[in-house]
């Protein structure tokens, strides 16, 4: 039994080459070739992903080794060195501002770890939170949503806050709760500010503080289903 | 921390929650400086590394969501992957051989087997239906993230028949693996 045979020469040659990609055998050149198909072909991407969890276990030999202190003061310093230069920021005004959505997320955990700490907490029959909020943001993206969730009128409310789509392309909100597959909840429609329907079954999952995600996909919409494109922000939604 | 405890962390970085990132780098690094180092086989170079991983798990986090990869083997597999290209865009493998000493055998033990658990006899198993040696290159390729061409030289063949020989094993893997 040849592969070609088996399941044809595309998808075998394409699997082959993940897995020679996840092995890690491969030549530099080749690397970098299946690591911008990774970027730019969802299927390929899909193909590394389930050699990634087929070899997984190996892993499991790996010994743990404690790295130096000066290693996480690095990171530090690249990441985080020109946090204090957000002048430039301020002047943007409210809606870009860093501090802003940083000063609001902090209200956002202040306000949950009040409702958490409230004794009601164990009675889920009482939902006291109608509006959840979450900012949608993510780094290397300009692109900023701020979504409020209505869990009387079943409705989120998104506010197009910053970043430009694309001719030919759309933008279209995800739900994600913990580990599952990211369910649409449709295409954004165009303007300042929309609003999409909740679905009863995506209602609970909102109420219980699922992350909300943007992706850049086809006009119209995922031709899959799952999430084809970047997400271009992503955020949790909380109480206010 | 259990697997959800780490999810959630993830995505808390994905949100720039430097908190989270921060207690994430706490429980992961010993883990993924273990990958860096034995890929790299230089304490320096895993040392930097180590770095360029957390820049890129602070930065794509968000790419998670979209994984079937477990918390933890996700962000194995952005350290291997990285520590990959590393070693791949080096010229010369280093020689510090003591680095390499310093880390476990390819093989994972006994007590490694049982810790990973039901997925992981799946691959086990199927490793076991392949040639001793052949089982071994996969095995020793994953690790350490050997070349086609440092496992050629090391037994001996022509690179072409190197790398017919490990396509082979990884499709009986993936029959086996499908089974």
Known sequence: MTLAEDNGPERGGDDLFAAEYVLGVLPVEERQIASRRIDTETDFARLVDGWEVHLSPLAAAYAEVEPPASVKAAVDRRLFASTAATSAEARAGLWSSLAFWRGLAVAAVAALALYVAVPYVNRPAEQPQARLVASLAADGSDVKYLAVYDSERHDVSLSHVSGTLASGKDFELWMIEGKNAPVSMGVIPAGATAHIGVSPATQQKLAQGAVLAVSLEPAGGSPTGQPTGPVVAAGDLKGI | ?179
């Not at chain 2, 959800?4 to 400086?33: G, W």
């Not at chain 2, 273990?34 to 820049?55: I, M, P, S």
């Not at chain 2, 010229?91 to 680095?99: E, Q, S």
């Open chain 2, 1 to 179: 921390m259990t697997p959800q405890d780490i999810t959630k962390l993830i995505v808390r970085t994905s949100m720039k929650d430097r908190a989270a990132f921060d207690l994430l780098y706490r429980q992961t690094s010993a883990k993924l400086f273990g990958v860096c180092l034995r890929v790299l086989n230089d304490r320096g170079d895993a040392e930097e590394a180590l770095q360029e991983v957390f820049v890129k798990i602070w930065t794509k986090a968000d790419r998670f969501a979209v994984s079937d990869l477990s918390p933890i083997s996700w962000l194995v597999a952005i350290a291997r992957n990285h520590a990959i290209d590393r070693v791949r865009a080096r010229r010369k493998p280093a020689a510090d051989i003591d680095a390499a000493l310093d880390v476990a055998d390819p093989a994972p033990g006994p007590e490694a087997m049982v810790v990973a658990g039901d997925e992981s006899e799946r691959i086990h198993h199927c490793l076991e239906e392949l040639e001793k040696d052949r089982a071994a290159a996969v095995r020793g390729a994953y690790l350490k993230g050997e070349s086609y061409a440092e496992l050629a030289e090391r037994h001996g063949v022509p690179l072409n028949t190197m790398r017919t020989w490990l396509r082979r094993s990884l499709m009986k893997l993936r029959e086996c693996l499908e089974r």
